[in-house]
């Protein structure tokens, strides 16, 4: 199998319930980055929560078909990251870092 350069500019698509979210996988410079500021300065486990809003606002680009209480379309907006269903947002991880985000759901249950 053949190695994928992240590129700057990519632009992915993940489907999921009817709605398509558009997003660009996270650099390894730039999650280091997320992790290393997810973590109290104390020691310990990173903020798991933190974590995946971050990189969430980092890597998404937009979405369609995303709607609100009363089923009127949403224009994307990074301030509403956070209320997509935690499901859907370990989903969105796991496709942003291609497989790499093991036991995430586990770690944001905690």
């Given at each position: 199998m ?10 992915l ?21 997320i992790?290393?500021q997810a973590?109290p300065?104390r ?7 933190r974590?995946l809003l971050?990189?969430?606002e980092?890597?998404?680009?937009g979405w369609e ?5 009363d089923g009127?379309?949403?224009d ?9 269903p935690q499901?859907?947002q370990v ?17 944001l249950k905690n």
């Amino acid at each position: 199998m053949a190695i994928t350069i992240i590129r700057e500019h990519e632009r992915l698509t993940l489907e999921k319930g009817g709605s398509k979210f558009f997003y660009r996988r996270v650099p390894q410079q730039e999650r280091a980055r997320i992790l290393s500021q997810a973590v109290p300065r104390r020691g310990g486990d990173p903020n798991w929560e933190r974590v995946l809003l971050e990189m969430l606002e980092y890597a998404m680009l937009g979405w369609e078909n995303v709607l609100d209480g009363d089923g009127s379309a949403l224009d994307f907006d990074k301030g509403l990251i956070g209320y997509i269903p935690q499901d859907v947002q370990v989903d969105l991880m796991d496709a942003i870092n291609a497989g790499k985000v093991q036991g995430l759901a586990e770690k944001l249950k905690n």
